[in-house]
């Protein structure tokens, strides 16, 4: 009995054995990443404006619509371009009639000069009365264009294709020609991040940074890469300015504030694959080749594995399950 259990511990440890696996430790370089707070910022911001003065007679959208781009999104009414445009209506009859009589005055001459009992000046003052007449006409009517045209402008128009932030008008407010109506964020948004002066220098445009997820949640391991779009050559207060195109901002709020991992350089260190690290009772260990177990102090994960910031050295032999 003794003999087959003694079998059977040898059979289990030559399993374990030939079960773990063995990582040779190596120093090695890696992104020396800092954290900053970056801001979910729309690529332009857009805004519709009151292109004649007058009241607010419609408001048809609200905060979190989104619109298309020339979409009416509000009208603003002037009364007294309907009053002009009566007045014009009114000139313009009086002109057509004027136009009516100075062509029957002209035809009728214009036929008494064929019979030959009218003068050629009588027929060239019927001409230029005619003439005037209806360039007088024609100068009524453009003017009418004019205030058709104005009162077509109080239709407030979206710029273009987005999701409305404010609305800072409400019905029946009177505005000034110019004043704002909407603000609008296009649909396209990026990380705007501020960096200290410091950081500037490692920061170029199309460099990889990595976006960590909503909630922050899953470290640098759930965290989003992203590229640099830019970088602003100005510094402000001490902090220069970058933006960042991360893939699927749509779901996020504008100005929504997340974390953003941003390499300022390299350093050596050792990292392990995460299985050859083990917790026990709040302290992590790691198996050496010999059989003995060290702790360990871990730093970031990475996705190549754990950090080692002390408990082992460059050559040592891990076991790892």
Request: aromatic share 4%; glycine share 10%; charged share 25%.
């Amino acid at each position: 009995m003794r003999v087959w259990s003694l079998a059977a511990l040898v059979v289990a440890a030559t399993a374990q054995g030939a079960a773990a696996g063995e990582f040779a430790v190596h120093a090695q370089e890696i992104d020396d990443r800092k954290a900053v707070i970056a801001s979910v910022e729309p690529v332009r911001q857009l805004v519709a404006r009151a292109r004649i003065g007058g009241t607010v007679a419609q408001l048809k959208i609200k905060e979190g619509d989104v619109v298309a781009a020339g979409q009416e999104i509000a009208r603003v009414v002037d009364q007294k371009l309907s009053l002009q445009m009566q007045a014009l209506d009114s000139r313009i009859r009086s002109q057509q009639a004027a136009r009516d009589k100075a062509q029957a005055d002209f035809d009728r001459v214009a036929e008494l000069v064929r019979r030959g009992v009218s003068t050629q000046a009588q027929f060239d003052q019927g001409k230029a009365a005619l003439d005037i007449a209806e360039r007088n006409l024609s100068a009524i009517k453009s003017d009418r264009d004019v205030i058709v045209q104005q009162s077509a402008e109080g239709a407030v128009l979206a710029p273009g294709a987005g999701r409305v932030l404010t609305v800072p008008v409400s019905p029946g407010r009177v505005l000034l020609p110019g004043e704002t109506v909407a603000t609008i964020a296009e649909e396209q948004f990026i990380l705007r991040m501020q960096l200290p002066e410091r950081h500037a220098r490692f920061m170029r445009a199309g460099d990889k940074v990595l976006m960590a997820a909503r909630g922050q949640e899953g470290g640098l391991k759930a965290a989003q890469e992203g590229k640099v779009r830019i970088v602003y050559p100005e510094i402000t207060g001490g902090r220069v300015v970058a933006d960042v195109d991360v893939p699927g901002l749509g779901t996020y709020f504008v100005g929504e504030r997340t974390r953003v991992y941003v390499s300022t350089g390299k350093r050596r260190t050792i990292v392990v694959p995460a299985p050859a690290v083990f917790e026990r009772a709040g302290v992590k260990f790691v198996r050496l080749k010999g059989g003995g177990e060290v702790v360990v102090q871990t730093g970031e994960s990475t996705s190549d594995g754990i950090e080692i910031l002390s408990g082992v050295a460059d050559g040592d032999v891990l076991l790892t399950p």
